[in-house]
């Protein structure tokens, strides 16, 4: 079959060009999409040649030059075609669909592609009421609700979040939904302002304050939970002096081959360590539930959209920061 995609073909470089996929399919759906969500972080690092899978970091002596590769991982879609095995899908619904197949390139697979020919396991229906671009960035809202359940809490309890992109942010409004008091830790006034919200919501630009000794004036009890989203060991050792003991340290940052951390120094503060990554099929039915309810806010943080046929000027931005950018949408239609 006839597809296009997003194709990173080689470091820096990105084409929307035509691919060719496998027929369907008997467990096969296919998707037509309508929007995909850029996941600014792991895709880059895809781009940049510095990952080859997952949270698996490219390494010069062993791997093979990762590229070409169909980017992303997350979009939204109207189903054209199911395969007989599948008796609880339809033509016309509106779905959100992660991996579809591809052929020729580095990994067989890859979210930014239309139409989009995967399993049943990677397809979410979508609810009526609700506009389905809110979900168009299902995953990483994932990732982000992974990272804020994790801890042990109690209502009232502290945590901090370090990184103000799409995963602290909604790491961020988890732990607020729990009912804890938060500090959001970042660089940018533009997103720290999406976050915050007196008097549970707090946020520090660690550009212009020392976000330590913010911690320890707003919790001077310690924080039950620290969350670092940016893939800083630094960072992961600096929360254990604002962490109480017996609390959580979670690592949901890309440490590349930058991840060496001593174990004996969190001994200390008898501190549980938990390490987020990918998606599961009940954490993803879980945030559809709570992003449609209104609990998880994904359309407020989206800054920008781009016809896909332009989505070579969606990264230039993305990498330039030349002017504030968050949630970056392509538009297929």
């Given at each position: 079959?006839?597809a296009?995609a997003?194709?990173?073909?080689e470091?820096?470089?990105?084409?929307?060009a035509?691919v060719t996929?496998?027929?369907?399919?008997?467990?096969?759906?296919?998707?037509?999409v309508s929007?995909?969500?850029?996941s600014?972080?792991?895709?880059?690092s895809?781009?940049r040649?510095?990952?080859?899978e997952?949270?698996?970091?490219?390494?010069?002596?062993?791997?093979p030059?990762?590229?070409p590769?169909?980017?992303?991982y997350?979009?939204?879609?109207?189903?054209?075609?199911?395969g007989?095995?599948?008796?609880d899908?339809?033509s016309?619904?509106?779905?959100?669909?992660?991996?579809?197949?591809v052929n020729?390139?580095?990994r067989e697979?890859g979210?930014?592609?239309?139409?989009s020919?995967g399993?049943r396991?990677?397809?979410?229906?979508l609810?009526a009421?609700v506009?389905?671009?809110?979900?168009a960035?299902?995953?990483?809202t994932?990732v982000?609700?992974?990272?804020?359940?994790?801890p042990r809490?109690e209502?009232?309890?502290?945590?901090?979040?370090v990184?103000d992109g799409l995963v602290g942010?909604?790491s961020?409004?988890t732990l607020?939904?729990?009912g804890?008091?938060?500090l959001?830790?970042?660089?940018?006034?533009?997103?720290?302002?999406k976050?915050?919200?007196?008097?549970?919501?707090h946020?520090v630009?660690?550009?212009?304050?020392d976000w330590i000794?913010r911690?320890?004036?707003?919790?001077?009890?310690?924080?039950?939970a620290?969350?670092d989203?940016?893939?800083s060991v630094?960072?992961?050792?600096?929360?254990q002096?604002v962490?109480?003991r017996?609390g959580?340290?979670?690592?949901?940052?890309?440490y590349?081959?930058?991840?060496h951390?001593?174990l004996?120094?969190?001994r200390y503060g008898?501190?549980?360590?938990?390490?987020?990554s990918g998606?599961q099929?009940?954490r993803?039915?879980?945030?559809?539930h709570?992003i449609?309810?209104g609990?998880?806010q994904t359309?407020?943080?989206?800054t920008?959209?781009?016809p896909?046929?332009?989505?070579a000027?969606?990264?230039?931005?993305?990498?330039s920061?030349?002017e504030p950018?968050l949630?970056?949408i392509?538009?297929w239609?």
């Open positions: 079959m006839q296009n997003i194709v990173f073909t470091p820096n470089t990105v084409q929307y035509p996929t496998p027929a369907p399919g008997p467990s096969d759906v296919v998707v037509r929007h995909s969500w850029i600014n972080g792991t895709e880059g895809f781009l040649g510095e990952r080859i997952g949270d698996t970091p490219y390494s010069s002596a062993q791997d030059w990762p590229f590769i169909v980017a992303g997350q979009k939204i879609g109207v189903v054209e075609w199911v007989q095995d599948i008796d899908l339809a016309g619904e509106t779905v959100f669909a992660t991996m579809g197949k020729g390139m580095y697979r979210g930014q592609i239309s139409p020919i399993g396991e990677g397809i979410w229906k609810p009421g506009d389905p671009l809110a979900f960035g299902l995953v990483l994932q982000g609700y992974n990272a804020g359940t994790r809490m209502i009232g309890d502290a945590a901090i979040v990184g942010q909604w961020a409004q607020a939904w729990r804890a008091q938060v959001l830790v970042g660089r940018h006034a533009d997103r720290l302002q976050f915050a919200a007196e008097p549970y919501c946020v630009n660690a550009r212009d304050e000794a911690a320890k004036a707003l919790f001077p009890h310690g924080a039950q620290a969350v989203t940016v893939g630094a960072v992961m050792e600096q929360f002096r962490v109480r017996g959580h340290l979670v690592s949901a940052g890309f590349g081959t930058q991840d951390m001593a004996q120094p969190p008898e501190y549980c360590v938990d390490l987020v998606w099929p009940r993803m039915c879980e945030t559809l709570l449609a309810a609990h998880l359309l407020p943080l989206i920008h959209r781009f896909v046929a332009q989505a000027d969606a990264w230039a931005l993305i990498e920061k030349r950018v949630g970056v392509l538009d239609q």
